[in-house]
């Protein structure tokens, strides 16, 4: 009988949050070497990018369902598991998105046309920047859980969240831009091309998005 | 009385039995969140918990250990047959101990504290009628079961608030640390020093005025709390640590103020649960000692001493093993809970203790530690298990009644 009492301490799901959230980071980050080898045209290398972005995106997705099992709903935890559960999502958006953006871009074999390259390739490293503060304000949680979500950590937290949101303000001014250098030299492009490569730019800047909506949840979890 | 030997025999045997089997299962209940938060390695555990389980079963151990000898049962209904008390506390201990180890083999979360109650309980309203019974007494003790958890989880949220408000939300909690570990450490040092020296100490035969108490249990305290400062100073900061975790030294800070408060639970569980091992030890012998009932002589200490003999033998057999397990599991409560939960806890049954109150240490510390959980304090708590537990001790004492009973009229027979 001596074991019951360590049974009513439930799993912590804060470690397998960040763990989950390094995964999302790592799959989103390969996207900047997926789109290096779509601008040259380096197929074989884009493939096996590809197939490492698949394989991660996996792997989050496992930890996913790990993690919401070990969150039934008889436990007693510091900020409501709904949003605990909503912050999981979104950071599995962040894996889900670099798998369709890179399998909508390899399946068609397209290619970057060479006068937006240079500017597309920063705003892809731009929008992992926001996913790489995204993971950076989730590797607080555990300090977060410690303070109880106040003061100074809260603080630290919320400072990461702001620098988060720049990042992400920049990424929408390059999407932007992008959008209308594309649109200057649609006439020139074969028209299917082009409708599939403003649908690239959205989802790339979706992983921004998301990016900041990982800061939004782990912000609500500090009104709490 | 011819069985007078005999009788002695079993109840030194019974009583031993019993007290091996809460050192060796319910010890480890008390010790597990030291172990679990990384406070004590499972070496140091067993030899502050055999010190200390010891130094409460003798020092502290006797009131309650009053309470379970001649609180429940009512004297005056066996005047006139001894024996009858005495075939009830043998077969009491007999049914406590074998549901015990019947539970815990099945993994049931029972109460040692309550399946006694319940045996002796249960003899006495089928031996002697349900008027035999102390029922104001009983009520009061059922009523501390409930009291025990609650207050522990109260002081437990008040002492991890304030851990919150002046360490973990401040941008220094590390030199707030410092500055308020020795300050802790006088807190719960003096309040159980203060407890004990009030209430217990009776029982090895000091008297003191109040205000001498005082002086002691905060001097005491504040020896103590020297001590602990020169140690808390000594903690190296773990760069490396912080980078990770930046409340990494401040854990240290509370795991070494975990020593104090797992001391501190070892002692306040040998000052109650030795009595439910010796209290129907203590009452079979002063009457089969003396043939008479309701004697108003205070408990022998050698009782006590064999208790908390008992006590150590089973940590020393099996305590290890089951000490390993239980911490081996907690991995998410860190020092600054585990040390708010065990101050509650230690205290509440200290308190218990001294008022004479046979309360579960295991609900008062499941109390505690919800008590930090409702300050937001512990990632996730298994509420459906802590269900379980509250729920068990209603369990618990009808099984241990009717064993008693069955053991009861078995000793009847046997003796005629």
């Known amino acids: 009988m001596g074991n019951y009492i360590s049974r009513i301490f439930g799993a912590s799901p804060v470690r397998p949050l960040q763990d989950h959230m390094q995964t999302c980071y790592l799959c989103a980050k390969e996207l900047v070497a997926f789109f290096g080898h779509v601008a040259k045209a380096d197929w074989d290398q884009a493939q096996s990018s590809r197939e490492r972005i698949v394989e991660l995106e996996q792997e989050a997705d496992d930890m996913k369902r790990q993690i919401r099992g070990q969150l039934p709903k008889s436990l ?51 929008n992992v920047d926001a996913a790489k503060k995204a993971r950076k304000s989730i590797r607080e949680l555990d300090e977060l859980y410690e303070s109880g979500f106040r003061g100074a950590e809260a603080e630290l937290v919320e400072s990461l969240v702001n620098e988060l949101d720049e990042i992400e303000d920049e990424t929408d001014v390059m999407q932007a831009r992008i959008r209308a250098q594309i649109f200057a030299i649609e006439a020139d492009l074969p028209p299917v091309d082009v409708i599939f490569l403003y649908r690239v730019l959205e989802l790339t800047g979706h992983v921004g998005d998301m990016a900041e909506r990982v800061g939004r949840r782990l912000e609500l979890l500090l009104s709490h | 009385m011819e069985d007078q030997l005999i009788y002695l025999g079993l109840a ?30 499972v070496r140091k555990a067993l030899v502050v918990a055999a010190i200390f389980e010891f130094g409460g079963a003798v020092l502290a151990g006797g009131e309650v250990t009053s309470t379970i000898r001649r609180g429940i049962v009512d004297s005056s209904y066996v005047v006139g047959d001894p024996q009858l008390l005495i075939h009830g506390m043998l077969a009491a201990l007999l049914a406590a101990g074998v549901w015990l180890l019947f539970a815990s083999r099945r993994g049931w979360p029972v109460s040692t504290t309550h399946s006694i109650i319940g045996s002796i309980v249960g003899f006495a309203v089928v031996a002697l009628g349900v008027e035999a019974v102390e029922w104001v007494q009983v009520v009061t003790i059922v009523a501390s079961w409930v009291a025990s958890p609650l207050m522990a989880g109260i002081i437990a949220y008040i002492v991890f608030n304030s851990i919150q408000w002046l360490i973990l939300i401040r941008p220094d909690p590390l030199v707030r640390a410092q500055r308020y570990a020795p300050v802790y450490i006088f807190i719960t040092i003096s309040l159980i020093a203060l407890v004990t020296i009030l209430k217990g100490l009776t029982h090895v035969g000091l008297e003191l005025t109040f205000a001498q108490s005082c002086t002691i249990a905060l001097g005491f305290g504040a020896v103590v709390a020297i001590i602990g400062a020169w140690f808390v ?44 091992a010796i209290g129907p030890v203590a009452a079979v012998i002063s009457v089969a000692r003396s043939g008479v009932v309701g004697q108003a002589s205070p408990v022998p200490i050698w009782i006590l001493v064999l208790g908390g003999f008992g006590l150590v033998l089973g940590l020393g057999t099996f305590g290890r093993h089951v000490i390993a397990t239980v911490g081996g599991r907690i991995t998410n409560l860190t ?60 369990v618990t004492i009808p099984a241990g009644a009717a064993l008693a009973i069955v053991f009861f009229y078995a000793l009847q027979l046997a003796f005629g």
């Not at chain 2, 045997?13 to 938060?37: H, P």
């Open chain 2, 335 to 394: 020092p600054t809970r585990g040390f708010s939960a065990e101050l509650a806890a230690a205290f509440t049954i200290v308190f218990a203790s001294g008022t004479g109150m046979p309360v579960s240490t295991t609900h008062t510390l499941v109390g505690a530690v919800l008590g930090v959980g409702m300050a937001r304090g512990i990632t996730a708590i298994n509420l459906g298990v802590v269900g379980r537990i509250f729920v068990s001790w209603i």
């Open chain 2, 233 to 276: 100073r000594r903690i190296p900061v773990d760069k490396k640590a912080e980078r990770k975790f930046h409340f990494a030294t401040v854990e240290r800070v509370f795991a070494l103020l975990m020593v104090i408060t797992a001391c501190s639970m070892a002692f306040a569980h040998g000052s109650n649960d030795v009595a439910n």
């Open chain 1, 76 to 126: 007693l935890m510091p900020v409501p598991r709904q949003d605990l559960l909503e912050l999981l999502l979104v950071q599995d958006r962040i894996a889900n998105l670099a798998r369709d953006v890179s399998g909508l871009v390899l399946g068609r074999r397209m290619s970057i046309p060479p006068p937006i390259q240079q500017e597309f390739l920063a705003f892809v490293s731009r």
């Open chain 2, 12 to 41: 030194t045997f019974f009583g031993l039995f019993m007290a091996w089997g809460i050192g060796a299962n319910d010890v480890a209940n008390a010790m597990a969140t030291s172990i679990g938060s990384g406070a004590l390695t």
